[in-house]
């Protein structure tokens, strides 16, 4: 098939999930693509700028587009051409949190909502994100003065379902790329998370601040991307920690990025918003043990078996577990192999399956109701 892919904001995790798609699919993916930066105006805007630019829509047999373009604008804007439509979501504007002292701007809420009405068919990227926005919908409905429309989320609940995204995994390290040197340096610490307020680092930095109170002995390497000025948190730590954090920043090339991961010994998270985990599967896969928060989408990705060792349940439990791994970092070799090959599910090479499948599958099937068949 022909595939039209529009990305809004073509970077980080939108940008590898979008090129990966495209490397590994049996269809033909075009990608039309806006920078990743301005995520407000790109949500009201990029529709208006891409319809013009798109290339003949009788080149292809469906549209894919994420959720931070504007579907129901699109739509619009194309008439009266009509190709099947499906939109992922990576995210939304229902759900995610809230800076301190911001208020959530519900024009973006609802463009979320038209642009799921607007699509054949709505994909989100876990079954934890998909009930989360599910849930809210019904109460940010209600936030209207009148004139309520009770109807969209029984609408939007008929065309959404859940599709997990793929991961590109690094090759393993050779024998001579792991050497018994590594082995005598202290454990080292994983933070592989973009260096905002979503992500919780103020958690994270607690708990280090805790092992390095109680004297325990660890490196830190900070990776992840940070598209402001570096946050007052990442600073203080630098200052607190010293010499303990081993890296600080994004690194510099993908290889450089693995290489670290491959060296870790845990990865953490703490954040307040995760609907799947990429940098957490990645980690994972190269031999992390991950110590990450139960909720969100951790215990979905997490096979069951696990929860009691690698999940925790607040602040206290993190540093205990932290203690535990520190203190018999070479007690986990059994769960760490396991835990890698239950993450290899997430490979592209074994996604990349279900999404053509599902790709084909809409391309052919009957257009849904319009809305004015919605009673």
Not at 25 to 38: A, G, K, Q
Not at 202 to 226: K, Q
Request: charged share 20%; net charge negative; with cysteine.
């Amino acid at each position: 098939m022909r595939i039209l892919y529009l990305e809004a904001y073509f970077g980080g995790s939108h940008r590898a999930f979008a090129e990966g798609l495209q490397r590994h699919s049996r269809h033909r993916i075009e990608l039309v693509t806006l920078p990743d930066r301005f995520w407000k105006w790109r949500m009201r805007g990029a529709a208006l700028y891409m319809a013009p630019r798109i290339p003949p829509l009788e080149r292809f047999d469906l549209i894919l587009a994420t959720n931070l373009l504007s579907m129901a604008d699109l739509r619009a804007l194309l008439a009266p051409a009509r190709l099947p439509t499906v939109v992922y979501f990576h995210e939304n504007q229902l759900t995610y949190p809230v800076a301190t002292g911001d208020l959530r701007d519900v024009h973006f809420g609802f463009t979320d909502i038209t642009t799921a009405l607007a699509a054949d068919e709505i994909w989100f990227n876990s079954a934890s994100h998909r009930d989360a926005f599910m849930a809210a919908l019904p109460a940010f409905v209600q936030q209207m003065p009148d004139a309520r429309p009770a109807w969209v989320t029984a609408a939007i609940a008929g065309k959404a379902s859940v599709l997990y995204p793929g991961c590109d995994f690094p090759p393993p390290p050779s024998s001579e790329e792991t050497s018994p040197a590594d082995q005598s340096r202290p454990p080292l610490i994983i933070w592989n998370h973009r260096w905002e307020f979503d992500k919780n680092p103020e958690a994270f930095f607690e708990s280090l601040y805790a092992l390095a109170a109680m004297g325990r002995r660890f490196e830190v390497a900070l990776l992840g991307e940070c598209f402001q000025d570096q946050p007052k948190c990442f600073l203080a730590a630098r200052k607190r920690l010293g010499a303990r954090i081993v890296h600080f920043g994004f690194a510099p090339s993908l290889d450089d990025y693995h290489r670290w991961l491959q060296r870790g010994h845990v990865v953490v998270s703490t954040a307040l918003q995760e609907n799947f985990g990429l940098a957490v599967v990645e980690a994972i896969h190269c031999g992390c043990l991950p110590l990450l928060p139960h909720r969100l989408s951790y215990p979905e990705i997490i096979p069951d078996r696990f929860h009691d060792l690698c999940l925790y349940a607040d602040q206290g439990d993190l540093t205990a577990k932290l203690v535990h791994f520190l203190d018999h970092r070479d007690s986990f070799a059994a769960e760490k192999r396991a835990l890698q090959e239950a993450m290899a599910q997430y490979a592209w090479a074994v996604r990349v399956v279900e999404f053509d499948d599902r790709l084909e599958a809409a391309a052919i099937a009957p257009a849904r109701a319009a809305i004015e068949d919605i009673p």
